[in-house]
C-alpha cells in the first residue's frame, strides 16, 4: 500500500508562487504516472495534470498551463507541482495521486493511491 503526503500549500498573494510535493512511503512510487487534482469549494475535482514514471512525460490542462510545472524526483520519492502566478480562481484543496498502470489519464478513477490534499488560498 503507497501512502501519499502531500505539503508546501498556504496562503498566497495573487501572482505568487507555491511549490506543491507530494512524498510516497513505497519505492514502487517511482514506476507510476502521478497526477495532481484540485477541488475549489462548491465544485466537482478538477485534474490539473500528470507526469509520466520516468518524468519524461507531463501534461498539464490549459486553465495552469504556462504557469504550472510537474517534476518528480524519483531518488527521493517525490513530485512537485510548481505553481507560479497564481490567481484567486486557483484556490483549491490540492491532491497527488498515483496511477500504477501507467495510463496519464485525467479520469479520477485510473488512480490507484491519494493524498490527503493540502490548501491552497490565492487572495486577490
Known amino acids: 500500500q503507497v501512502q501519499l503526503v502531500e505539503s508546501g500549500g498556504g496562503l498566497v498573494q495573487a501572482g505568487g508562487s507555491l511549490r506543491l510535493s507530494c512524498t510516497a512511503s513505497?519505492?514502487?512510487?517511482?514506476?507510476?504516472?502521478v497526477g495532481w487534482f484540485r477541488q475549489a469549494p462548491g465544485k466537482e475535482q478538477e485534474f490539473v495534470g500528470v507526469i509520466g514514471w520516468s518524468g519524461g512525460t507531463t501534461f498539464v490542462v490549459d486553465s495552469v498551463k504556462g504557469r504550472f510545472t510537474i517534476s518528480r524526483d524519483n531518488a527521493k520519492n517525490t513530485v512537485y507541482l510548481q505553481m507560479n502566478s497564481l490567481k484567486p480562481e486557483d484556490t483549491a484543496v490540492y491532491y497527488c495521486a498515483a496511477d500504477s498502470g501507467n495510463t496519464g489519464g485525467v479520469a479520477a478513477s485510473l488512480y490507484d493511491y491519494w493524498g490527503q490534499g493540502t490548501q491552497v488560498t490565492v487572495s486577490s
Open positions: 513505497e519505492r514502487t512510487f517511482s514506476r507510476y504516472a
